[in-house]
Nanobody, 115 residues
Framework: QVQLVESGGGLVQAGGSLRHSCAAS????????MGWYRQAPGKRRELVAT???????NYADAVKGRITISRDNAKNTVFLQMNSLRPDDTAVYYC?????????WGQGTQVTVSS
């Protein structure tokens, strides 16, 4: 069973930065893509960013220019660097990994941005 362990959430003031990590229990080369979703209270879960096995990235319009997804293949870890955070970035952030058969999810980490 694949496990995705997230870390890096927390409380930050508007304009601040946070860095999420998502460590996989297996080689991340086994996944076609990895990414981050978020879910704010009362809202649907939404895509934040994805990165493919080949390193191609995709971002939601709401976070472009402020958030960067990256990967460290040697550490089997994907990162989400979040800068210029805004109160509407407040949500639970979930790491996800997709292979040909299924999609795996992390436990979620809370990010709260105060104004």
């Amino acid at each position: 069973q694949v496990q995705l362990v997230e870390s890096g959430g927390g409380l930050v003031q508007a304009g601040g930065s946070l860095r999420h990590s998502c460590a996989a229990s297996t080689s991340i080369f086994s996944f076609n893509a990895m990414g981050w979703y978020r879910q704010a209270p009362g809202k649907r879960r939404e895509l934040v960013a994805t990165i493919t096995r080949g390193g191609s990235t995709n971002y939601a319009d709401a976070v472009k220019g402020r958030i960067t997804i990256s990967r460290d293949n040697a550490k089997n870890t994907v990162f989400l660097q979040m800068n210029s955070l805004r109160p509407d970035d407040t949500a639970v952030y979930y790491c996800t990994a997709l292979n040909a058969l299924t999609e795996f999810w992390g436990q979620g980490t809370q990010v709260t941005v105060s104004s």
